[in-house]
Every structure is written in C-alpha cells, then in structure tokens.
C-alpha cells in the first residue's frame, strides 16, 4: 500500500536508498557513515549525501564520534535516530476496556493508558471508547497532533488490513464496520486497523523476544471467569500472514474458564496460602491474581497454569508442526508467568510434533503482558513506515 503520513511541513524520505539508510541506522540504535557504506555497497559520498538529507529533515542526529578502527585514523562521526521527531499510537480494544499507548521512534513507551467503560454492543460507543482512550494519551503527553505518524487500532476479530473494515467480531452485533474511514474524519493523522494477534506479533518485532527473528508465531492468550480463548499471529519471512480471507490464526479453542479449573483446585486454597479467602469465592479470582500469584510460586497458581498450559500446548501443536515456526511468543496478561506456563506448553508440544521440530523451536514471552497488544497496534505504523520500499514512495509527516 502507498501510505502517506502528513505531520507537519516536514518532508521524508523519497529514495528506496533513503529507507534503507535510515532502517539500518535504526536497526544499530548507533553507526557510522563508512559502516553504512559497506554494508550497503553504497559509495561513501552517496551515503554521506544521504546522511546530510535525513539531518536536514530532522530524523536523524549525529551523537559525536565514535572509536577509531583498529587501523587508526580519523574517528568516525556515529548517527541514531532522532526518536523525538514524530510518534505513533497504539489502541487495543476490548469489552469494556480501551488500552492506548503512545510510543516513539525507537518504540519506548511515552504515554499509557487504560480506560474502563460500561459494555455496550453499538458502533457510537465504540468509537466514543477509543476517541476517550486516544484523546487522553495526546492530552497526557503534551504530544502536539502534528507529531503523530499514525494509530493502530487492534480488535479480536476478522480484519480486512487493507481496507480497514472489521469484517468479524465479539465487539459489534453487526459485521463489515469501516471504522479506519471514521477515525480518518477525525484525526489528521492515517489509521490503520488490525487483528489483535497479529498485531501483537508485529509488536513482538520491535520491542519483545523476536527482534531480527524472520519466522516466528504469537499466542495472545485471553481467560477469564466465564470464557477462555486464544488467537495466532503468524509472521512468515518477517511478514505478517494474513490468509485468503484474513482468518489465519483464528483457531476455533476454547480454553477453559478460570473458574473451570480452580473448581478442581479449592481443596488447596487452606489457611496461609494466597487464594484461602477465596475458597468459596472462586469466581472472584481473576487473571491478575493467579499472575500475582504465581510470581510469588502459590501452589494453586502453579497448578492453574500448568493445567492451563497443557491445553494450550495440545492447541498449538499442529500450527507448530506445520509452520515449523523458529520462535513461539506468548502474549497477552498472561505473559510474565514464566517455566510453570512454558514447561507445560512445551512438555504437550513434544507429544504431538517431530523432535527435530521440538529441538529448533524457542518459547518466550512478550515483556509487555497486557500492554502487548496495544504495543503491537503501534507498532504497525512504525513496521509501515521503516519498511525498504520495493518501489519507491512517497512518504512525508
């Protein structure tokens, strides 16, 4: 897609070498034009052309010189991003809650915000969430509009990225919601829209485990008292794998409920332990405490999410064994839980795939937990906008 960003007067990179330039030095946070020239293939006066329009445009900065190399002479000026030059943000939106994020260049988080609404089931209040959600991250933030790159809006559903419609979800009775064309009525700024799982995988690149990892899949995991499900991002030669009809990933799993499993769990919640004034009030314990919990290695949380992990483990499988994935991401709250989840998850893996499968195959988990969505919807502007052309175009902010 030929995405145009307007920020502002400034102008941006217009050459297929211009992006590249800029994506390595993004890519080694710092480097040296004689490195860009060989990396590149690029003459030095080429790259240092290069260099002096991507400073006249305010996206790089020079931060000094660097060390000489081992065969002396003159130390090399070093270049970076400027981070501070424009942002981007990410919306990740559910039932009843709106998570937005604002993040710079470098994907560091400026700004967060969680907003909490009554559920309703209607296309005005949806909108007036994510507006709420979206208005306090750039109020907060003292972020001026003419800044801003882009919004991610992520939602649980079929998406048509293209198009920006939400064709499929759990969020709206009805179906094929072009929500992209309404936020592009209302900010100044492009709004592309997205799967959450997908999402999240997109965000995995940029600021979780599969940083410069090609082939790798996402499992946003949600549960809570009365239901439990799960969604795949698959990213396939660093791309992210939509499907014919945008429904890859989309696994019919239901996971079981909180409440399904700690109901097996109750005779173990006694006098001293975390969840003993819980016993009879099981459908109060929610994901955040079994989270809490478990980082503190209460027994009943170790069991839930061991219990948990070996269905994910079984759903999972056959994607793994298919796709033959280098790295699997969990994401989602339920991230942080650490070897009681991943052991399961992999000890159930093992049973149903190849060992050959089983001994390339990494797990890891998403830093960010419950920010890991919103992140990822961020972060598919930033993927957007950092990407090499393969024809040029033409992008401006």
Known sequence: MNHLY???????????????????????????????????????????????ELEGKN???????????????????????????????GVDVEIGEVTSVLMDL?????????????????????????????????YKSCISTEKILGMGIAVAGIVDYQTGVIKITDLLPKIDFDISSIFKEKYSFPTFVENNANAASIGAKWVGPAIGVNNFMTVLIEVGSEVGGLGLGIIINGKIYHGFS???????????????????????????????????????????????????????AIQYFQKLGHVIGKAIASPIALLNPELVVITGEIAGVGAPLIQS?????????????????RFGEHPYGSF??????????????????IVQQEYSF
């Not at 209040?125 to 979206?134: C, F, Q």
């Open 106 to 138: 470098d994907g560091k988080i400026v700004y967060k915000a969680v907003n909490t609404f009554k559920p309703k089931r209607t296309k005005n209040d949806l909108i007036s969430n994510i507006e709420v959600s979206v208005n306090e991250v750039l």
């Open 59 to 89: 996206l790089i900065v020079n931060t000094g010189k660097g060390e000489s190399t081992s065969r002396g002479g003159k130390r090399p000026f070093l270049w970076r991003i400027n981070n501070t030059v424009a942002y981007v943000i």
């Open 345 to 361: 998850i992999r000890r159930e893996v093992q049973l149903h795939t190849l060992d050959i499968t089983n001994q390339a195959v």
């Open 372 to 389: 890991s969505v919103s992140i990822g919807a961020a972060s598919l502007i930033l993927d957007d906008f950092f990407k090499v052309p």
């Open 6 to 52: 307007q920020t502002g007067s400034y102008k941006l990179v217009r050459s297929i070498n211009g992006h590249l330039v800029l994506n390595l030095i993004r890519e080694h946070q710092k480097i040296s034009g004689s490195e860009l020239s060989k990396m590149t293939g690029m003459r030095p006066s080429t790259i240092s052309s290069l260099l002096k």
């Open 246 to 300: 945008f429904c890859s990933g989309e696994l019919d799993v239901q996971l079981p409920t909180i409440t399904g499993i700690l109901g097996h769990l109750r005779h173990k919640m006694v006098k001293g332990t975390y969840f003993h004034k819980f016993q009879n009030q099981v459908r109060k314990i929610t994901l955040h405490h079994l989270v809490n919990a478990a980082k503190l290695e209460d027994v009943v």
